[in-house]
């Protein structure tokens, strides 16, 4: 089984983890929106399609993220992330996958909200609380 996740660090009074993962041939997502002193205030599960990769799952989350993140007016922003592949797609403004188009789109609408989003890679599974709640949800 693989997983990876990102945590959202808001200046704003809110952190949010998410992850993406495929377990016996199911495969979902999950977004948890936390306080900084670590209350959970939202989760967000996602079913996607059983063909559905790891990758697609993740992307997916990072979507659902971006537009919570636009939703609740939470800015600046900072999506730390394990997920180096997602990272990597992101960073190719010239990629035609589409998740990654609908990412774009989302952050084209934080910019256009005055709304702030960044990312940063960390390592997985180093005991990120926020971290091992979206894992178990997802």
Not at 11 to 32: E, F, I, L, M, N
Not at 68 to 89: G, H, N, Q, V, Y
Not at 94 to 109: A, D, E, R, V
Request: glycine residues 4%; contains cysteine; aromatic residues 4%.
């Amino acid at each position: 089984m693989s997983k990876s996740t990102v945590l959202i660090a808001l200046q704003k009074p809110t952190v949010s983890t998410y992850d993406g993962s495929k377990r016996h041939g199911k495969v979902g997502a999950a977004v948890v929106i936390r306080n900084p002193s670590g209350s959970t205030v939202l989760i967000k599960k996602l079913k996607l399609h059983d063909v559905c990769s790891v990758f697609q799952a993740e992307m997916a989350a990072i979507d659902q993220a971006c537009q919570i993140i636009i939703a609740k007016k939470f800015s600046p922003a900072l999506i730390l992330t394990d997920s180096k592949s997602s990272l990597m797609e992101l960073s190719n403004h010239n990629s035609t996958n589409h998740l990654c188009n609908n990412i774009f789109k989302s952050l084209h609408q934080a910019k256009l909200h005055n709304i702030n989003i960044s990312f940063i890679w960390i390592r997985s599974h180093i005991g990120i609380s926020g971290n091992e709640e979206a894992d178990l949800a997802a």
